[in-house]
T-cell receptor, first 108, second 115 residues
């Protein structure tokens, strides 16, 4: 089966940098995606890593190490609007398996 | 604008009743998915379909059924066999997942509750 682990909660202050880690166990791994979900809303796609290394998209970056079955999402210059849940998801066999999510709280 | 439309936004089910959640997309995506989300938890896959007239069970398919008669539509029926249906249901679509980056686009969800 597939399993992913990520911290349940992270708190940071406005303007800071925060890293959300994700470790996974899976077969047929294609890539690791990250999604953001505001309370009561729909998840939106943030980033994808199919190969080892860092992908940068504006204030958000994502990293993957396939040999370590590990990835992280890095959020820089945190803003209050970044308070949300963040999910890592493993792509495999034509579908995705999601982690339980990390709730990020950004404080003034 | 292209997107995914889920309806209704809120739905109430009586004991012993089947209810159907609608999901329509105009993104021309081949793949469609149904997820269930319980409070404070992640998304669990109910059913998915990679192509019209074909679908596969996800991790929690018991008590649910789907059909994929058209590319644009992937309705989910919550049957009376699903004893704990209260949850937030999310529909998503993507281009064919063939090993490359195929991000999923989500609808706004349907909140289902028991009366």
């Amino acid at each position: 089966g597939q399993s992913l682990e990520q911290p349940s909660e992270v708190t940071a202050v406005e303007g800071a940098i925060v890293q959300i880690n994700c470790t996974y166990q899976t077969s047929g791994f294609y890539g690791l995606s990250w999604y953001q979900q505001h309370d009561g809303g729909a998840p939106t796609f943030l980033s994808y890593n199919g190969l080892d290394g860092l992908e940068e998209t504006g204030r958000f970056s994502s990293f993957l190490s396939r040999s370590d079955s590990y990835g992280y999402l890095l959020l820089q210059e945190l803003q209050m609007k970044d308070s949300a849940s963040y999910f890592c998801a493993v792509q495999h066999a034509g579908k995705s398996t999601f982690g339980d999510g990390t709730t990020l709280t950004v404080k003034p | 604008d292209g997107g995914i439309t889920q309806s209704p936004k809120y739905l109430f089910r009586k004991e012993g009743q089947n209810v159907t959640l609608s999901c329509e997309q105009n993104l021309n995506h081949d793949a469609m998915y149904w997820y269930r989300q319980d409070p404070g938890q992640g998304l669990r896959l109910i059913y998915y379909s990679q192509i019209v007239n074909d679908f596969q069970k996800g991790d929690i398919a018991e008590g649910y059924s789907v059909s994929r008669e058209k590319k644009e539509s992937f309705p989910l029926t919550v049957t009376s066999a699903q004893k704990n249906p209260t949850a937030f249901y999310l529909c998503a679509s993507s281009p064919p997942a063939k090993g490359s980056n195929q991000p999923q686009h989500f609808g706004d969800g349907t909140r289902l509750s028991i009366l």
